[in-house]
């Protein structure tokens, strides 16, 4: 790890919900080391809200796995870090405490969903951070804030104490200021849990290796196509260009079933949602509902208040979605979708080790400038795929376009996180 660096409150860009004035740290490979959480992952004792007045003073009585183990290595936990509400967007405006602001200029977003945790580190205000990355919600943040981050294999980290959004893609996972960081983070949070059925047992101890002579790095032509910033689309081919000049060779590869991950992918997750959130009713979760009015109307009134525009939003779209007549016609043929862009990445990785393109087709989008949700959905284009086929990826600082910074995207198998780890460090290291 790079030196230790101490808590820091001052808060100017709104990436805290709740601080943790005198944070406790025991023994271990964290030691010492303060750590943002953000705030849809359980803390015992410490609000936890997701961003959402539906949550607004809840504290939870038990501890996430990842909170766990950070307590084992002995983490100091600095507080929760703000986000778009449930996970919901990305670009961290969507929270009801209003949005964090990105420190490498405050007129723009941080990204999300976690862009709380990711301004935390950019703005030096501690170490590492955890975020949560459902469709890019780590990868898009780190790639605005000029951070790194890394998304893991889906079942490599366990999602035990993560308040659900989309159970079949979302994975906690680090952000730091350098590889090394992330890295040492993973090692703190991967392994097997019982609590999660998803969970696979396997642990990460990886030191990052910067030698990558002889492999192999597809390029997709999609990834430098319609929609992605000339500028950005520069930059990145520079990176690669230093990749190669380190002994890598590429690969032009293609991936044809990206015109469907899109819509596969928020197809997916608006289902997923609507079953999810359905247990913050005013019963078990959230503000007490009205009793002397009907359950129905009192229901609704009480997830009116609580929910915001854009988790209504996709509540309604997957509860239309799932409804009788319409399954087959959308989460059915979602799921299709989603079996051919796994297939599409096994086939590439039988001819390369990993795939290098762009983070985000744009750098950092200034505050208010996605009020179109449409506009919003399409920035995720190049990060839901690696959700979808529930493999690696990790974005890394490459350079800038524009004055704001540019993320490297590296992708890679099931399972293989090291190696993307490694691609990564090599790259950090080289330009550093």
Not at 76 to 82: D, F, L, R, S, V
Request: net charge neutral; proline share 6%.
């Amino acid at each position: 790890m790079s030196g230790t660096i101490p808590f820091d409150p001052d808060d100017r860009y709104n990436a805290f919900l709740t601080t943790c004035k005198n944070p406790s740290h025991g023994n271990g490979k964290l030691a010492g080391v303060a750590v943002a959480v953000k705030d849809n992952i359980s803390t015992k004792n410490i609000e936890t809200t997701c961003a959402s007045k539906i949550l607004k003073g809840y504290v939870p009585p038990y501890d996430a796995h990842v909170i766990e183990l950070l307590r084992a290595e002995g983490a100091a936990i600095a507080g929760k870090t703000n986000m778009d509400e449930f996970g919901m967007g990305s670009t961290t405006e969507n929270s009801a405490f209003g949005p964090t602001l990105n420190p490498c200029d405050p007129s723009r977003v941080p990204g999300g969903s976690s862009g709380g945790s990711a301004a935390a580190v950019a703005a030096g205000m501690v170490q590492m951070a955890l975020g949560s990355d459902t469709g890019g919600s780590i990868r898009c943040p780190a790639s605005f804030c000029g951070i790194v981050g890394l998304k893991p294999s889906y079942g490599r980290v366990s999602r035990y104490g993560l308040i659900a959004y989309s159970n079949s893609l979302e994975q906690i996972g680090p952000l730091g200021k350098s590889v090394t960081d992330v890295s040492t983070l993973m090692s703190a949070i991967a392994g097997y849990d019982r609590h999660d059925t998803t969970s696979r047992d396997k642990p990460y101890t990886h030191t990052p290796d910067a030698d990558i002579k002889g492999l192999k790095i597809g390029i997709p032509q999609e990834y430098f196509g319609a929609g992605v910033d000339p500028a950005v689309a520069a930059v990145v081919r520079k990176a690669i260009g230093r990749l190669e000049e380190l002994g890598a060779v590429t690969v032009p590869c293609s991936i044809p079933s990206m015109e469907y991950a899109l819509a596969a992918y928020y197809v997916t997750t608006t289902c997923e949602a609507s079953s999810n959130l359905a247990r913050f009713d005013g019963v078990r979760y959230g503000p007490a509902p009205d009793t002397n009015k009907s359950w129905h109307d009192a229901y609704t009134e009480v997830r009116a208040a609580g929910f915001g525009a854009e988790v209504r939003r996709r509540i309604m779209l997957g509860t239309f979605a799932l409804s009788s007549g319409y399954y087959g016609k959308y989460y059915a043929k979602a799921q299709i979708a989603r079996e051919n862009v796994r297939a599409d990445f096994n086939r590439i990785f039988s001819g390369a080790d990993v795939i290098a393109g762009p983070t985000m087709p744009t750098v950092a989008f200034r505050l208010k400038e996605k009020s179109d949700p449409l506009s919003m959905y399409l920035a995720d284009i190049l990060t839901v795929p690696a959700n979808l086929a529930g493999i690696p990826a990790i974005s890394v600082p490459c350079g800038t376009a524009h004055g704001l910074p540019v993320g490297l995207q590296i992708m890679g198998r099931m399972f293989e996180d090291e190696r993307v780890v490694d691609v990564a460090y090599a790259y950090e290291q080289a330009v550093n």
